[in-house]
Nanobody, 119 residues
């Protein structure tokens, strides 16, 4: 089994910054892909940023130039640096890992962390 633990959410004023972290632990052989999603009230969960095999990175158009995704392979951790936050960024943010374990490949979600952008 693999566990994902998120941290870093909170309340921030418009224009402010937050950094989210998500660490994976357990019987991990390798990580194929990792990413961040978000879900605002009444809306579907959407991809915010993702890192795929080979290191390619993809961002939602709404966050390009403001958010940066990065990873620490040694710590099995993915980060999301969020700058110039806007009220429309308010949502629950979830990390997602595509992980190869011994004998299987599975997709895991973090528990979610609330990000609220408000003055």
């Amino acid at each position: 089994q693999v566990q994902l633990v998120e941290s870093g959410g909170g309340l921030v004023q418009p224009g402010g910054s937050l950094r989210l972290s998500c660490a994976a632990s357990g019987r991990i052989v390798s990580i194929y892909a990792m990413g961040w999603y978000r879900q605002a009230p009444g809306k579907q969960r959407e991809l915010v940023a993702g890192i795929i095999p080979g290191g390619s990175i993809d961002y939602a158009d709404s966050v390009k130039g403001r958010f940066t995704i990065s990873r620490d392979n040694a710590k099995n951790t993915v980060y999301l640096q969020m700058n110039s936050l806007k009220p429309e960024d308010t949502a629950v943010y979830y990390c997602n890992f595509d992980i190869r374990e011994v004998g299987s490949r599975r997709n895991y979600w973090g528990q979610g962390t609330q990000v609220t952008v408000s003055s």
